[in-house]
């Protein structure tokens, strides 16, 4: 069975315990699971090289190898396997909430006139530890404001709705926040914000969510148009929703607009439309 290298933890020297028997490696170990201290750490398929993902503070990161200021190792919200920063890594108290704003700043004080030189983003997650006038100390001290933060089981209904949230943030590949998105990467913080499990890239979120819809039944608020390489949410039957290089931002466009383009550009056509089931 080919493995796909971007779920398999393993490295050639380094390989997570569960692969014995089934792939080569020098050293067979069971990890240590750290968690993102900075804002965006990005995750890399060699030590230092291009984003392929990014993951973001309090997600927790199970560390095979570091090496030369680079750990490798999975992220635990996707599987998806790679390289951070070590020094973005640390140990840290199991999560009470997460960032529901776009983003929030992290106050020095419980004050909104103090400065605040730091930012968290959406489906951050933190350890609060105190609540003072209507904000959330959390464990580096700072204060968050409590309309920013929900329970770290609590999830939202809609993902459209959530994916609006995100409107004219900039196109950026493998962007996982407000700070960038891409296509896969705004799919992927919709759904999970809502409850589904869901993979990093477009060729993953195709096969493994929802069902195929008919080509000739008409299409429905949140459901899932993909092609070779991109994708999108629909907020109705006919406007898209989605991360592109085309505007550059997460922005809507008419369904049949953009997939005349796409096609128009080489690109080809859709090639699958799916929808998740209810509830």
């Known amino acids: 069975m080919t493995r796909d290298p971007r779920m398999t933890p ?4 380094y390989a997570h315990v569960s692969l014995q028997g ?20 990005n995750l890399a398929r060699e030590p230092g090289g291009p984003r392929e993902s990014q993951l973001l503070f309090g997600e927790r990161f199970l560390v095979l190898e570091v090496a030369d200021g680079h750990a490798f190792g999975q992220a635990e919200r996707d599987g998806y396997v790679g390289w951070v920063g070590s020094a973005a890594l640390t140990q840290a108290p199991e ?5 529901i704003a776009p983003a929030t ?42 309309q920013h933060l929900m329970p770290i089981a609590a999830r939202f209904d809609d993902p459209v709705g959530v994916a609006d949230l995100f409107l ?21 913080l919709a759904l999970a914000a809502c409850g589904t499990n869901c993979p990093r890239d477009s060729d993953q979120q ?44 997460v922005a809507y466009e008419p369904l049949k607009d953009a997939a005349a383009r796409i096609e128009t550009a080489g690109e080809g056509p859709v090639t699958r439309r799916k929808r998740l089931s209810a509830g």
């Open 10 to 13: 393993s490295n050639g020297r």
């Open 22 to 41: 089934e792939v080569e490696a020098e050293s067979f170990v069971e990890g240590d699971w750290m968690t993102v201290q900075q804002p965006i750490a």
């Open 95 to 99: 999560a009470t909430h997460w960032v």
């Open 105 to 146: 700043h992290l106050y020095p004080r419980p004050d909104v006139k103090a400065q605040a030189e730091v930012a968290l983003f959406f489906g951050s997650a933190v350890n609060v530890t105190a609540e003072r006038q209507g904000f959330h100390r959390i464990q580096t001290g700072h204060f968050v404001p409590r």
């Open 168 to 188: 004219g943030t900039p196109y950026l590949w493998g962007g996982s926040s407000r700070w960038g998105l891409d296509c896969s990467g705004l799919v992927q």
């Open 206 to 249: 195709a096969e493994a969510l929802g069902e195929d819809i008919d080509a000739h039944e008409p299409l429905k608020r949140g459901d899932l148009v993909f092609w070779k390489g991109h994708c999108g949410l629909m907020a109705d039957a006919k406007m898209l929703l989605h991360a592109n290089a085309h505007h550059m931002s």
